[in-house]
């Protein structure tokens, strides 16, 4: 069964630092999304990207944040400058179209601890 | 603006029904979801109903909607303790995000042996 991978699962970083969380969709998937989920809160919404451009971001998605299909597997999520209350867990999820109902699939997560 | 209220715990014993319950603010919302969260893993969709159904039903899952009280709840019939984790509702809408979803808090569910 298709499913959606992430890497790594837990990347530990220094506050200030760059990261990069790696995704890769359900191929024939065209809309892709990450969402965070601190530790014991709910699943925010950050972006969704469709046709090599941002669709919606929340204000949590900020300038420090960017996204990118590098290539025609890869999702990625770039925090330019992270800070302690980056540490989250983010979750990479994708669907075949935007219209009418077809599941949201999610992958299982990236850890990530900002020390 | 786009929010889903739900309880924050209920704890039940094996064998009985659970009923979790959510309320969510957007009208114009076209799928609502329950998805299940165990401990340090992903997030598993458990069903969906849209948004013009009042009830669907998958083996031991009853998910009841009430459009305009804007209320969805999810019963779980014979509750076993497998069933620990937590359940989030969910809701989604079309648009030019592509059918963001907007979680709730997450009902953390009990199941006593």
């Known amino acids: 069964e298709p499913e959606v991978t992430q890497t790594p699962s837990h990347q530990v970083t220094q506050m200030g630092q760059e990261v990069i969380l790696r995704c890769v969709p359900i191929?024939?998937?065209?809309?892709f999304y990450w969402y965070r989920q601190i530790l014991g809160q709910k699943v925010e919404f950050l972006v969704s990207?469709?046709?090599?451009?941002?669709?919606?971001k929340s204000e949590i998605f900020d300038d420090q944040f960017s996204v990118e299909r590098p290539d025609g597997s890869n999702f990625t999520l770039k925090i330019r400058s992270t800070k302690l209350e980056d540490s989250a867990m983010y979750f990479c999820?994708?669907?075949?179209?935007?219209?009418?109902?077809?599941?949201?699939?999610f992958g299982p997560g990236t850890r990530l601890t900002v020390l | 603006g786009e929010d889903v209220e739900q309880s924050l715990f209920l704890s039940v014993r094996e064998g009985d029904s659970s009923v979790i319950n959510c309320t969510y603010t957007d009208s114009s919302s076209t799928y609502l979801y329950w998805y299940k969260q165990e401990p340090g893993a992903g997030l598993q969709l458990l069903t969906y109903?849209?948004?013009?159904?009042d009830m669907k039903q998958d083996q031991r899952l009853t998910v009841l909607l009430n459009k305009k009280d804007k209320h969805l709840s999810l019963r779980i019939a014979d509750t076993q303790t497998g069933d620990s984790a937590i359940y989030f509702c969910?809701?989604?809408?079309?648009?030019?995000?592509?059918?963001?979803?907007?979680f709730g808090a997450g009902t953390r569910l009990f199941v006593k042996a």
């Open positions: 109903i849209f948004s013009n159904m």
């Open positions: 999820a994708s669907r075949e179209t935007g219209f009418g109902y077809n599941e949201q699939f």
């Open positions: 969910a809701e989604s809408m079309g648009g030019t995000g592509g059918f963001k979803t907007i």
């Open positions: 191929s024939n998937h065209l809309y």
């Open positions: 990207f469709y046709n090599n451009e941002i669709s919606e």
